[in-house]
């Protein structure tokens, strides 16, 4: 598993280790030895990356990617509207590639979305 990007992501979505890991159901012993480089439970990875709104397989590529920073924009931006509970509407306008924008999981949110 890619540790930094989960650290990354951990802190951007500004949930510490405790916090993720109950969300997640799984100990935070068991979170500390994923975050130390340690194997994890597939069922583990795929609960982390649900509670972080990604795809699990993010989780595990190790190539630098563009698409980091505007996952931690995003991140931030669900941070900031939790906060308020008006309805809110945003428009983006990010040029990715179709590959960047499935590596970072938005595709299949953005289908779902549109089809509301």
Known sequence: MNTERLKMLMQSSGLN????????????????????????KMSTAEAIA??????????????????DGLL?????????????????????????TPEELKAAGLTDKMIKKLRQ
């Not at 397989?57 to 990617?65: P, Q, V």
């Not at 931690?72 to 990715?96: M, N, W």
């Open 17 to 40: 280790k405790s916090q993720l890991a109950e969300r997640c159901g799984v100990s935070r012993a068991t979170l500390d030895n994923v975050l130390a480089g340690g194997d994890a």
């Open 50 to 67: 649900r509670e972080l709104g990604i795809r699990v397989g993010y989780l595990f590529d190790e190539s630098s990617s563009e698409t």
């Open 72 to 96: 931690v924009e995003i991140q931030e931006l669900r941070r900031e509207l939790a906060k308020d509970t008006r309805p809110a509407r945003i428009t983006v306008e990010v040029e990715l």
